[in-house]
């Protein structure tokens, strides 16, 4: 076991050592002004394929800084595909918006998963969609990861459906889809862990709707409760594979990488991006391997694996306060935020050695009590394996809702 004096002198060099090789940022800059993202293309390098992967989505300043990041890779390094881990569906209409300015952006940001639902994600799609508008010839396009799945609408088309076939089987099917469409505003777990949850398991309630559909023997009613069945028994709740949405989004990944003849980054949680062959998910109670480990595992060096933290501050519904101490983020606090690091760069040995090790890394996810702030952490793996470079910014504040 490390001695802890020990262990805070080499904390003490890896302070000094990021002191020395952190590049500042900015988190706003004109439609050219790229000069402190420099660091950034020598981290790329010629890599296609990089993973931008946030500690949170809840932070006005980790969106901007991510944002100037899709700038930068479109801008300068000639990127062309943004990849999210959405609705296909979803993320088509928006594609369609992007390259032609057609649809309803704001209707598609309502239908996205609820985290992506900010003022900061509609900015990013209207830069996209004015950028496009200059280069029409070389547009940037937008892909959703996950198959297509039933939205608020599809509620009310079942309803509808049961007006003009069952009128008398309304009142019963309400039953069952008032308490479940609330998970579309907030995902079941979350409502389980918040103490709001009405108590029975909303796929079974799915699954009741699906019966009343079925006895009415519309095809059109059975496809919509199908749909809403698939979606709640395919939440986190209702027992979601982790591994096999993995696989499905490594491979649509990859088969964006080979379609483009620009590069593609694929944005989404840092859970997902890491190059971790096992990552631990504490304040979940589970275990993954991260779609970037799948990446990198394919594309080798042509992955890019980018990690984008905070230090601390305020997100919708609490306080987030400065890591604990035995957090790798307490020591990468170090450097004067915002700043980019290369974990490639040069370091002496025990710093190598350091960043190198099982850290807790704080995530915020779905889930987040203050009072347990110890406790939202992931671990599981080599830091400087799981992440080629950290984009990090210091005091983070709300996003905000689309809408308003």
Do not use: C
């Not at 900010?118 to 959703?144: C, K, M, Q």
């Not at 203050?370 to 992931?378: L, P």
């Not at 400087?384 to 983070?396: H, M, P, Q, T």
């Amino acid at each position: 076991m490390t001695d802890t004096r020990e262990y805070e002198t080499v904390e003490a060099q890896v302070v000094e050592w990021i002191g020395r090789t952190a590049r500042p940022v900015r988190l706003t800059g004109g439609a050219d002004d790229f000069a402190d993202l420099s660091a950034l293309g020598g981290i790329v390098g010629t890599a296609r394929l990089v993973g931008l992967g946030e500690t949170t989505r809840a932070g006005h300043e980790v969106m901007a800084a991510g944002a100037r990041v899709l700038r930068y890779l479109v801008t300068v390094k000639g990127f062309r595909v943004l990849a999210l881990q959405d609705d296909v569906s979803v993320i088509e209409e928006i594609d369609r918006y992007v390259r032609t300015g057609e649809g309803d952006l704001a209707r598609s940001i309502a239908d996205m998963w609820n985290p992506w639902r900010t003022v900061e994600t509609t900015e990013i799609f209207e830069w996209l969609r004015a950028y496009n508008a200059a280069h029409p010839d070389d547009p940037v396009s937008v892909h959703g990861l996950t198959p297509p799945a039933a939205r608020v609408a599809h509620y009310d088309r079942l309803v509808a459906r049961f007006e003009a076939v069952a009128p008398d089987s309304v009142a019963r099917l309400r039953t069952h889809l008032d308490p479940i469409r609330t998970a579309h505003d907030v995902n079941e777990h979350v409502q389980t862990a918040q103490g709001i949850h009405p108590g029975r398991p909303f796929a079974d309630h799915a699954r009741d709707a699906l019966d009343l559909a079925e006895a009415t023997g519309d095809r059109e009613a059975v496809e919509l409760a199908e749909l809403i069945l698939e979606f709640h028994a395919g939440s986190v709740a209702g027992g979601y594979d982790f591994d096999a949405a993995g696989v499905r989004a490594a491979e649509a990944v990859a088969a964006l990488v080979a379609e483009s003849a620009g590069g593609v980054l694929y944005w989404e949680g840092m859970a997902h991006t890491a190059n971790a062959a096992h990552i631990r998910l504490t304040s979940m109670g589970r275990s993954l391997r991260g779609v970037g480990s799948r990446l990198r595992e394919r594309f080798g060096d042509e992955y890019v694996s980018i990690q984008l933290g905070f230090s601390h501050g305020r997100i919708h519904q609490d306080t987030v306060p400065p890591p604990p101490v035995d957090f790798v983020d307490a020591v990468l606090n170090a450097g004067p935020t915002p700043y980019l690091l290369d974990l490639r760069a040069a370091a002496p040995e025990p710093v190598a050695a350091w960043l190198r090790r099982d850290h807790k890394v704080r995530i915020i996810a779905g889930i987040y009590h203050s009072e347990e702030d110890d406790g939202h952490f992931v671990s599981g793996g080599p830091f400087s394996e799981w992440f080629d470079a950290v984009l990090r910014v210091g005091e983070i504040t709300p996003t905000t809702p689309a809408g308003r």
